[in-house]
């Protein structure tokens, strides 16, 4: 039995390791990206653990002795879910670690953008000290916080929100309010949270989300409405955002996922001094960490010793090749 790290930017792999010998498999690190590059690194495992790798089919027609798939992270934008489907390979992520770091990071974002933390704290070190430069600032209980998409991270950020007194409303074509869910947000239509929404954190996966945030939505917000992506890039029309935010029709955004990452210092979007970018940091704190690479390690061996995974994404029927 052999486990192939195809990819990872982490500083080294001592968690997977010592799991692994635990469990008397064989692992291996590669830094292998491309289709290429995995198909010719990345031959005779039973299981590949990706963080970037391309898993394409031309990929698995290649790697006749893969039957296990599993993401570093909740995305599977990477990974030909239909093709692995096919080929009898089963697909897995880790979709619950991180959970509050991406919620606490989004509420980072919308406080710093609302208090105007950054404008002021570049303000005030030019020898400035006058806070009238940051009026208006309001109160947050009489500012309504949206929510587009309520799963995991979603309700937590939705929690935390209404906690610190925001009004929060929320949209998820697959959310069902209960008795518990109701004590911090009020399940309303899209076009309630893009029109009534002072800041407005998108916490939905990209399939069936492209361009979910374009021209014509950026129009129905309010001119002040902060927008935050801690999901995916191209969730947002970079290029609609670009426009709305040139023409002030929405106050500001923040954003830690973005299309084509690393993204080019020369962006566009880069210009605009009611703009916040991270890179793609929100998941991260150092527990999360440990904790993904000890549950991608943990699916594997799982997987291995023939018992049920936790965190399937596909369903193969009849027998993994």
């Known amino acids: 039995m052999k486990v192939i790290i195809t990819d990872c930017d982490h500083e080294n792999i001592n968690i997977e390791k010592e ?6 498999i064989c692992v291996e690190l590669k830094q292998a990206i491309t289709e290429d590059e995995v198909i010719e690194q ?6 590949f653990i990706v963080q970037y790798a391309k898993i394409t089919e031309k990929v698995m027609d290649h790697c006749p002795q893969l039957k296990y798939v599993v993401r570093y992270g909740v995305g599977l934008d990477t990974i030909d879910i239909p093709a692995a489907t096919k080929h009898g390979i089963l697909v897995g992520n880790v979709p619950d670690y991180g959970m509050n770091e991406v919620a606490d990071h989004a509420i980072a974002l919308s406080l710093s953008m609302l208090r105007k933390i950054v404008e002021m704290n570049e303000y005030t070190k030019e020898e400035k000290w006058d806070y009238t430069k940051a009026i208006p600032v309001h109160r947050f209980s009489q500012l309504t916080c949206g929510v587009v998409g309520l799963g995991r991270i979603g309700r937590n950020f939705a929690k935390k929100m209404n906690a610190l007194g925001f009004y929060v409303i929320g949209y998820d074509p697959y959310f069902k309010p209960d008795e518990e869910t109701d004590l911090y947000v009020k399940s309303v239509p899209f076009e309630d949270v893009v029109q009534q929404s002072d800041i407005i954190s998108i916490h939905c996966p990209a399939d069936g989300n492209m361009n979910l945030f374009n021209e014509k939505v950026f129009k129905k917000m309010k001119d002040t409405a902060i927008l935050i992506n801690v999901a995916r890039g191209g969730i ?9 935010l040139s023409d002030h029709q929405i106050g500001g955004a923040c954003l830690d996922c973005m299309l084509g990452e690393p993204v080019d210092k020369d962006s566009p979007l880069f210009k605009f001094d009611n703009v916040i970018v991270t890179p793609h940091m929100a998941w991260y704190s150092e527990e999360a960490s440990q904790e993904l690479k000890r549950k991608v390690a943990e699916e594997s061996v799982r997987f291995l010793r023939g018992e049920p995974i936790h965190y399937p994404a596909n369903k193969v029927i009849g027998v993994i090749r």
Not at 19 to 24: E, P, S
Not at 42 to 47: K, L, P, S, T, Y
């Open 42 to 47: 990345c031959q005779g495992a039973d299981v």
């Open 19 to 24: 799991i692994f010998d635990r469990a008397g």
């Open 236 to 244: 947002i029309n970079e290029n609609d955002l670009e426009k709305a």
